[in-house]
């Protein structure tokens, strides 16, 4: 069995869309990980650019729970989004 990597973890306290979060949360539950491991896992694979995150099972896992959490936005809405306090003043 090979090593395992030591790694420093660190708490951090990122901002993020609330069905989003909340989605992550319901997929992190579904395979019995932390958050932080999920995310570490999604993080690792982008950066890598080679295999994506999610198997097609998962994907409609994902799918399921966007629906349950009413969540509408997909990679086009990335880097446009607008703090509903921010809306009105736009």
Excluded at 4 to 13: A, D, K, Y
Excluded at 15 to 29: D, P, Q, S, Y
Excluded at 44 to 68: C, M, N, S, T, Y
């Amino acid at each position: 069995m090979a090593a395992r990597p030591v790694v420093e973890r660190t708490q951090t306290g990122v901002r993020m869309e609330k069905r989003i979060l909340k989605v992550l949360k319901g997929l992190a539950e579904y395979f019995d990980i932390t958050l932080g491991d999920l995310l570490e896992g999604i993080v690792l694979h982008a950066f890598e650019g080679k295999a994506p995150p999610f198997q097609e099972e998962h994907l409609r896992v994902i799918a399921d729970l966007k629906r349950v959490y009413s969540l509408d936005l997909d990679a086009s809405a990335s880097h446009r989004l607008v703090e509903l306090d921010e809306a009105g003043s736009s």
